[in-house]
């Protein structure tokens, strides 16, 4: 079945930077828009960035600017690159698959960012 792997969320100090990855399994990947998601506890899941087949990226406004999103398609990886980092970035950062206007659409586990003042 379809895996979508999330890794390099921790623990880090106000104003560092952190560097996600999502690695797609199953998938044709390059096919898919891939996005990041987070939730913080009591909130609402929303949308960080996403980032379409053809590389064209949008992003939050709480993030533009501080965050860029990549991916590798050869690798069937997509990047969150997290820089100045503030303690309302601090939530569990969902990688997800979508094609659009499809039923093709996939949730990672989650990894935690915590971002200490």
């Known amino acids: 079945q379809v895996q979508l792997v999330e890794s390099g969320g921790g623990l880090v100090q106000s104003g560092g930077s952190l560097r996600l990855s999502c690695a797609a399994s199953r998938i044709t990947f390059n096919l898919y828009v891939m996005a990041w998601y987070r939730q913080a506890p009591g909130k609402q899941r929303e949308l960080v960035a996403r980032?379409?087949?053809?590389?064209?990226?949008n992003y939050a406004d709480s993030v533009k600017g501080r965050f860029t999103i990549s991916r590798d398609n050869a690798k069937k990886t997509v990047y969150l690159q997290m820089n100045s980092l503030k303690p309302e970035d601090t939530a569990v950062y969902y990688c997800?698959?979508?094609?659009?206007?499809?039923?093709?659409?996939?949730w990672g586990q989650g990894t935690q960012v915590t971002v200490s003042s």
């Open positions: 997800n698959a979508v094609v659009e206007n499809t039923n093709y659409n996939y």
């Open positions: 980032i379409t087949s053809k590389s064209n990226t």
